[in-house]
């Protein structure tokens, strides 16, 4: 039973139909007030009049929520929760949305609308554990409708792949496998390569870089690598172009695209076609693979080779570049941000690095290349601990927006005193913990030190610290995305000296901080630049 609109079990609904009438009537006397009718004289003016009333009216009855469930959280009153749209200051002020809601409820938990999706905004300890470890809450359920989430394959009956049964668990398994230890451990001296060609195509090695453009793009480059294929992986502008598409379908999820999903819009239609030319750049790849009998060494192979059928391989590559680009890319450059913007971090960082180095490859007259290719993956897991606690911050800084889940099981799920019913979305705000005072000191400020043991602020209270999610749905890639994260920084910081200032070379001593309204990964809005030169090079 699924609280999608009129689906609702209607006899439960009864009940409690008398408490909520009033808000509907309340409404249409709002927008059309009776007094104004008289206004209209003429009879066709009158009979325009009613034919728009009657109009709204049947628009309220096709758009009417069911009544609210007793025991769920409180219902936002009206003025934050519109008929018809629903709370739409979800979209343009997420965070102060999330805040008021808490705060003007007593168990710290709310319900909205958003279109016809019912949606319980969860805060607090109690509730912050139930969301991450109830077996009835789906994740990708969560994310395919509210986030509008990644590339969608199609099968053959016109349904989403994902969406299959056991789509999940495939695509779970296949990534598992695919990021294991010694691929990352193989891949180790590809990235180094791609790395080090990116930053020497910088303009002219003197000068300024907007890392949320450079390192992005190197990023994108390690996850093709990684998860992708080589045809793409290998070549900067056939990896441009795909960089390009993705990004379109990453902008195609706009509150009207939640709200009417149904509505025929440009970035609906943008993100057919960008989904398209995605589609028939891997399925080419593949065929051209399949013809001439080459083989490559790369995650389409194996997928290739385990003969899987050509949708769900696609969709599989997709959605694993879609989970990695989304946040790894702009968080890389986060962290060369932060770290540039503090002499005091900046040389411990850099003397961590030095050092490591030095361990594995002492000989300073090697290629740089070399000297890295020296470090085993082991080094690269354990041997960082300050870059770690660099990481750490720029995530808890830079995670920004809502976690999704959805109540797919049957019956309700308690959260205190409170139930959520089945087929409800539930949401949970990272700044419910990242930004809490009493958890993190000075939380807007950007301090590796926080997560040194003699503070360790992420362990005040269970999941407080979310960077890599937490209890059923931990991140899949977070062993991937450090060592992408810390090959970058590194190899950065030995090749440059830096500092991070904006794009008339003023350094910032504190980088702007986060919109913390922002619903997810999102480009700085001030003007970041990494300003470099060539590095003495004395480690
Ligand atoms: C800095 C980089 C990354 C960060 C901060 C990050 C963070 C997260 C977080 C917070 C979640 C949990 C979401 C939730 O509970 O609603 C998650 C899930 C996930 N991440 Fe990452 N991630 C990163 C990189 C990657 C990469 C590189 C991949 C794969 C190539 C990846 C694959 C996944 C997958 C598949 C899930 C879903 C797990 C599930 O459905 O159970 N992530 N990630
Ligand atoms: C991609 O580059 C790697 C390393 O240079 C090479 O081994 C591989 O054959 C290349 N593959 C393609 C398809 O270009
Ligand atoms: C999920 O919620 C239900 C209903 O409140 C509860 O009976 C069940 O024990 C919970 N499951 C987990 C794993 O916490
Ligand atoms: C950093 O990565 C997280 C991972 O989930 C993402 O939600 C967040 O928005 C990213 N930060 C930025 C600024 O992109």
Redesign the pocket.
Known sequence: MKMEGSDRDRNEDDRHEAELKPTRPTLAIMLFPTTNLQLFQAPLLQFCAYAILALTLLFLFVFRRPAHPLKAPKLLSISENYPVLGAVRFFTARLEFFRDGIRNSASGNFCFWLGQHFIVGLSGDESRQVFFQNLSFGIAEGYAVLFGGGPRVKNDKGSDVAQEPGFLSYFARRVTHLLRREYLAKNIRPFIHDIQARLDELPSQTGMTDPFVSIYEIVFQLTMRMVGCAEIANDTARLRKTLRLFETIEQSTTPTSIIFPWMPTLALFKRTIAGGRLYRLFKGIMDDRKKTGRREDDALQYLMDMGDNIKSVIQFIVGAVFAGQ??????AS?MLTYIGSSRYWYDRVRAEIDAVVYKYAPDRSMPLTQRFEAIPIEAWESEFPLLDCCLKDS?RL????TMYRRHVGIGDVKVGNEVIPSGAFVTYH?SDVHQDPSIYSEPLKWDPSRYFPERAEDKTKPFCWL?WGAGRHP?LGTRFAKLEQFLIVAIFLTRFDYDTCDDKGVPYDAVPP?DLN?H?????TALIRLRYRPRELKM
């Open positions: 989304l946040n790894t890319g702009i968080n986060f995530i830079q995670l920004l927006g990272f960077g991140c986060p922002a997810a990964a999102t480009k700085p």
